[in-house]
Structure formats: structure tokens, C-alpha cells
Nanobody
Framework: QVQLVESGGGLVQAGGSLRLSCVAS????????MGWYRQAPGKQRELVTT???????SYADSVKGRFTISRDNAKNTVNLQMNSLKPEDTAVYYC?????????????????WGQGTQVTVSS
């Protein structure tokens, strides 16, 4: 129905930068919020940042001032620019989107997830 595909993860040294991208495709009528979670080994999944269709953003305190989320509504794409990366940012990053499918036609929104992309920050 709806697929989210992430790209841009990798290995970077502390203080470096990475940019993640996520594209949603399929039977999409509209998308409400989009954003990113992350999960480090042995830890619970953590909400990193979200962005609404109107481009209102929110960030976890741990990434404020270092990460920037952006969105292209026309392309159903969300990006995450990560600067000043720290070893504690190491995790699998998951893109999500609250999507109303063509079948739902805006009456219901459900969350869809990407497969995850690994970000590793070395000290």
C-alpha cells in the first residue's frame, strides 16, 4: 500500500555530518506528520524529530541545535540533516509517516515505517 524508503546512513567521525532522506510512495491520499525515530542497541526506540504538513517541527532535547528536519510535500519526502554528530547518536534511524491512503480519503490516518538505516558515529 504505502512504502517508505530511507537512504543516507553510514559511518562518520564524531563532529561530522550526515543527511538522511526518506521517500513515501504508493497509495497515498495525503500525509500528515512525518519524522524520525531511532533505536540504539539495548535501548528503546526514541522519537527524534517530527514535522507537520505545515512545516511545524519538534525535536528531542538531545538533538536540538544539531539536527534539522525538512520536508517536501510535493515529493512526499522528509530529510534529516544531522550535524555535530556524537557517538551517542549511533542508532538505527527509522522514518515514519502518518498517511491517509486513497481508500481512506482523509478520514483515517495510519502510521507507516521505513526499514531503518544505520548511523554509526565513531569517537
Amino acid at each position: 500500500q504505502v512504502q517508505l524508503v530511507e537512504s543516507g546512513g553510514g559511518l562518520v567521525q564524531a563532529g561530522g555530518s550526515l543527511r538522511l532522506s526518506c521517500v513515501a510512495s504508493g497509495s497515498i491520499f495525503s500525509i500528515n506528520a512525518m519524522g524520525w525515530y531511532r533505536q540504539a542497541p539495548g535501548k528503546q526506540r526514541e522519537l527524534v524529530t517530527t514535522i507537520t504538513g505545515g512545516h511545524t517541527t519538534s525535536y528531542a532535547d538531545s538533538v536540538k541545535g544539531r539536527f534539522t528536519i525538512s520536508r517536501d510535500n510535493a515529493k512526499n519526502t522528509v530529510n534529516l540533516q544531522m550535524n555535530s554528530l556524537k557517538p551517542e547518536d549511533t542508532a538505527v534511524y527509522y522514518c515514519f509517516a502518518l498517511v491517509s491512503t486513497v481508500a481512506d480519503r482523509g478520514r483515517t490516518y495510519r502510521d507507516f515505517w521505513g526499514q531503518g538505516t544505520q548511523v554509526t558515529v565513531s569517537s
